[in-house]
């Protein structure tokens, strides 16, 4: 699978996969070199191959998770159940769960043990084929559990084969201790989380999750002000329960705006007219058992970018299985298997400014590369929850499947 055109996929772009039929991937120090037909690759080699047989398999970018929640401590089950049984969030909370109880949780843990929690599910996602991934800090909600999250996800990232975005979400929601005065923990985002991030280099990006329950967009804009003036980027969780005005976003230049479920046609225009990808999140949708998804087919219409990410999280996206993320986006959100894809792989990596070295198959990029035991690449978003990915290389370097070689 190839880029094409610089800038995100849009539209019918969505879906030219640039597919090579009995093709070939020559890799060499971590890059690709040459990509084509079997004899051009080999031909192109000037030295001992080392051969990886793919019996007529698949070949795909590795997956690009551009959005995930890794910095927790444990599973909420107690939302879990009570979900199911029909609870509302506030008895959820009273319960013992809801988001407060793995905030409790990160509090409590100490870097080393926030950053094992992150490795292990690096690892579940290499597994499926995932090689680049956004992790988000938002279990810690004060400043030093922020941090630590922020560094246990660094820390994490050095010991993991595939590349790591780090993206501080200290305004996940407001902290219980500020519940009456909000703005005030706003302001220890701007002047003290922020400011230690960017000194100390510990994250790319910002990310507001701007909700009626969470923050409101007069603080997102006090925040992002922030973010811009200390060179970070910024990322922000919108439309996905109620709506606000994006417009007043623009002038931050989000590299990806999430969820939007509750987007309109005002918002798919603006959209279309920007290098912001929407970045869609079904599994969270099929986790709480909503019966209404993010409107892939009219974004994608519009020509809005769109990306394709787990949301991966305790509360309302517990997988690490992009795989999963492609079926659901085709069954629930009538994207093509091709354009499920390239919203994971090329797209993702544009959510992250990461494409010019990720999310396709291209000399000069890193050889970050998935293998898949099915005969046609449908088949990826076809067999539903199941793992085909059989080997997954990272930097040129097999990471998952070794008995493939």
């Avoid at 999280?313 to 629930?332: E, I, R, W």
């Avoid at 890193?366 to 539903?384: K, N, S, T």
């Amino acid at each position: 699978m190839r880029s094409g055109k610089s800038g995100p996929r849009r539209g019918y772009g969505l879906s030219e996969l640039g597919i090579v039929e009995e093709g070939a991937v020559l890799v060499k120090d971590g890059k690709i070199v040459v990509v084509g037909k079997r004899d051009e690759a080999i031909a192109a080699a000037d030295v001992t191959l080392q051969r990886i047989d793919c019996n007529g398999g698949v070949v795909l970018p590795g997956f690009v998770d551009s959005h995930t929640h890794p910095a927790f401590m444990a599973p909420r089950l107690v939302d879990f159940e009570k979900r199911i049984a029909g609870a509302t969030y506030e008895e959820i909370s009273a319960a013992g769960g809801g988001i407060r109880s793995s905030v409790a949780q990160v509090r409590a843990a100490t870097v080393p043990q926030i950053s094992e929690k992150v490795l292990s599910g690096l690892k579940e996602m290499l597994r499926f084929g995932t090689t680049t991934v956004e992790a988000k800090s938002g279990y810690g909600l004060s400043v030093d559990a922020e941090l630590n999250s922020v560094r246990a996800i660094k820390s994490a990232a050095t010991r993991w084969p595939g590349q790591v975005s780090v993206t501080l979400l200290g305004a996940h929601v407001v902290p219980a201790e500020y519940k009456e005065n909000p703005d005030a923990y706003v302001k220890i985002i701007c002047e003290e989380m922020i400011p230690i991030i960017a000194w100390e280099g510990l994250a790319e990006w910002v990310d507001v999750f701007i909700e009626e329950n969470a923050f409101t967009l007069e603080q997102a804009e006090r925040i992002f002000a922030v973010a811009q003036a200390h060179k970070l980027g910024v990322r922000a969780h919108v439309h996905q329960f109620s709506r606000c005005e994006l417009s007043r976003l623009q002038p931050f230049a989000p590299a990806s705006l999430d969820h939007l479920d509750c987007v309109n046609d005002a918002d798919m225009q603006l959209l279309a007219q920007q290098d912001t990808v929407a970045t869609l999140l079904p599994a969270a949708n099929y986790f709480l058992g909503h019966a209404s998804y993010p409107p892939a087919r009219k974004l994608i219409d519009a020509g809005v970018a769109v990306a394709l990410a787990t949301d991966y999280n305790p509360g309302t996206s517990p997988t690490c299985n992009m795989q999963f993320v492609l079926s659901v986006a085709c069954t629930h959100m009538k994207m093509s298997p091709a354009e499920a894809i390239a919203a994971a792989t090329i797209n993702g990596a544009h959510a992250l400014r990461l494409a010019e070295s990720k999310g396709s198959i291209e000399a000069g990029k890193d050889a970050d590369l998935a293998l898949f035991d099915v005969e046609d690449y449908r088949e990826i978003a076809y067999w539903f929850g199941a793992n085909r990915c059989v080997m997954t290389m990272a930097r040129g370097e097999i990471q998952f499947g070794r008995d493939r070689v």
